[in-house]
Structures are given as structure tokens and as C-alpha cells.
């Protein structure tokens, strides 16, 4: 905790850089509440940013507010990248959630990563074949 204070303190956290630096930091060493804390304090988040605290939750197990994130984050305007839709995945494999799979899908497609799509339809449905035809993917 004092990290992120030192960080504040010496007006780091405008530093990207530092930021996402200390972010994952935090997130490997399991202080996901510093992480948090350090995260809200900042008024800049890039995709990275973003990706570590996504991925943070997923380990913690926060599927729920995994997506949370994920949608605040489009709110502010930052277009998912394939990290992203790789953390969201995980969080979708580990809820077994196909309805929200079949959300990140229209995202996916509009961002032209059907690959990511079709890992995500593996990992939640046990009928990939069946889901691609239902959305027109041959």
C-alpha cells in the first residue's frame, strides 16, 4: 500500500508507464485492493491499464466485475483490443456464460477478430459448429 501512495505522492500516476507498471505489480503480488485503489485514483487509463485490471480480476475470480470493467471501459471510449477479448474469455470459460459470449461476439466481429470469437464459442460451448452457423460464420 505504500507504493501507490509514493506513486500519488510524487505525481507518477499521470505516468503510464509507472502506472500500468505498478498496476501489474500489484495484481501478480494478489493486492488486487491497492490495484483497485491506484487504478481510480488515476485519471489516465490506456488499453494496458485497462487489460491489467481486467486480467487482475479474472485472477481473483470477479468474473462479474470483470465485465463491469469491460463495459466502463467502452463507456470511456477505449476500443477492446485482443487482449482484452482474451481476459473476457477467460472470464466467460470460467462462468460457463454463454449469453454473454454471444455479446462479446458482435464486438469481436466488429473489430475483425473472429479468431478470438471462435476460441471463445470452443471454451463455452461444447457445439462450436452449431454456433458459427447461427451467426453466419461458415
Not at 487509463?45 to 479474472?58: G, S
Not at 476500443?79 to 477479448?85: A, G, K, S, V
Not at 464459442?121 to 451467426?135: A, D, I, Q, R
Request: net charge negative.
Amino acid at each position: 500500500s505504500g507504493i501507490y501512495i509514493h506513486v500519488v505522492e510524487n505525481g507518477f500516476e499521470s505516468n503510464l508507464f509507472i502506472l500500468n507498471a505498478v498496476l501489474h505489480m500489484y495484481s501478480k503480488c494478489l493486492c488486487f485492493d491497492d490495484a483497485f485503489t491506484l487504478f481510480n485514483m488515476s485519471q489516465m487509463h490506456d488499453a494496458i491499464t485497462w487489460n491489467v485490471m481486467l486480467e487482475a480480476f479474472v485472477q481473483q475470480g470477479s468474473y462479474h466485475t470483470t465485465f463491469h470493467l469491460f463495459s466502463q471501459m467502452k463507456v470511456e471510449g477505449l476500443d477492446p483490443d485482443t487482449i482484452t477479448y482474451i481476459n473476457i474469455l477467460k472470464a466467460c470459460s470460467n462462468m460457463g456464460a454463454l449469453d454473454k459470449v454471444k455479446m462479446i461476439h458482435v464486438h469481436a466481429l466488429s473489430s475483425g477478430l473472429i479468431r478470438v470469437v471462435l476460441k471463445i464459442h470452443m471454451k463455452c460451448s461444447g457445439s462450436v459448429k452449431f454456433e458459427m452457423l447461427s451467426y453466419g460464420v461458415p
